[in-house]
């Protein structure tokens, strides 16, 4: 895997779309539609399925196992990081609720 820098016309790319989907396809010279896109400072390279990515920050990959990998592997930290925040989302309402009760009580 690489960062999506030095990319050419033509150069076909595997990358993460949204960090949710795999998905392959043509680096192109211009937007193939008018729909309008983001620039970048470091700069756009727009794709010939109407995508683009974002260079030195897009993650380029050598092949759809290695993208199935690092995807899974971020999906995994995706899930710890929410997990934890059920954890503390419902220790919260339950101390919320417990107030309630407390003040109703008075």
Known sequence: MRKATDLK???EV???WANQ???T???VEKPIDD???PEFGVGRIDLANGDYLVNTRT??????????????KHLEELIKEYEGKKDFIDISIT?????????KKK
């Open 59 to 72: 993650t380029i990959y050598e092949s759809t196992d290695e993208a199935k990998e690092d995807l899974i």
């Open 21 to 23: 989907e795999i998905k």
């Open 35 to 37: 729909n309008e896109r």
């Open 95 to 103: 101390l919320f609720k417990s107030k309630i009760e407390a003040l």
């Open 9 to 11: 016309v033509g150069d």
């Open 25 to 27: 396809s043509t680096v």
């Open 14 to 16: 595997i990358y993460l």
